[in-house]
């Protein structure tokens, strides 16, 4: 007989932003509201913030330390366990969070042939061209990432004090997201069981 929780997909929520002041784990929440409703999913919280990462880099070939791999190896864990990824980022200066980046560049095989979802927000563009950015550096570290996306405009007005959203149209792009992420979830851990993925 299956074990019910080994059947479900594995997602992290990564919080892209470590900003003083941030609004992240107010979305990061909420999102992870919508994966507990489902049977389908199981969820990792990770934030960028509490698993902060080196910024200067070893050369190619360099053997980092023992100091950077305890580092870095705390968060390459957790990636390498999840099925799939939501990442939950605003928008700076037209593109994504430099942490966030620099959590991407620290890995490599974590992302191959995983499926990743967003969740973005910003001013009047929610977000959007993050996430746009986003999509090319993830076909780089061969992830795949899901067409639906979730975006809150001017976030600030759309969440209340217990960090529910006021629009039900949010409400409704979430499923949609999650479904496609699970699809390619199940559908791209199915294949690596038969074809293991090589680059």
Request: charged letters at 20%; hydrophobic letters at 45%; glycine letters at 6%.
């Amino acid at each position: 007989m299956t074990d019910p929780e080994n059947a479900r997909l594995q997602v992290a929520v990564i919080i892209g932003s470590i900003r003083n002041g941030r609004f992240g784990p107010v979305v990061a929440d909420w999102v992870i509201s919508h994966i507990a409703q489902r049977e389908d999913m199981a969820v990792d919280r990770v934030d960028l913030l509490e698993t902060p990462l080196p910024v200067h880099m070893p050369a190619f070939g360099e053997v980092p330390s023992d100091e950077v791999r305890e580092k870095v190896g705390a968060l390459s864990s957790r990636l390498a366990a999840a099925d799939a990824f939501v990442i939950v980022t605003p928008e700076y200066n037209h593109s994504y969070p430099a942490s966030l980046k620099n959590a991407i560049d620290w890995h490599n095989e974590q992302w191959h042939a995983k499926p990743v979802g967003f969740v973005s927000y910003g001013g009047v563009s929610g977000g959007l061209r993050a996430v746009e950015h986003l999509r090319v550096v993830l076909a780089e570290v061969h992830a795949v990432t899901v067409r639906n996306t979730v975006s809150f405009a001017n976030y600030g007005q759309l969440f209340d004090a217990e960090g529910k959203t006021t629009d039900p149209a949010s409400d409704v792009a979430a499923k949609a997201m999650l479904d496609q992420l699970a699809w390619w979830g199940q559908a791209l851990r199915d294949a690596k069981k038969t074809r293991p993925y090589t680059v």
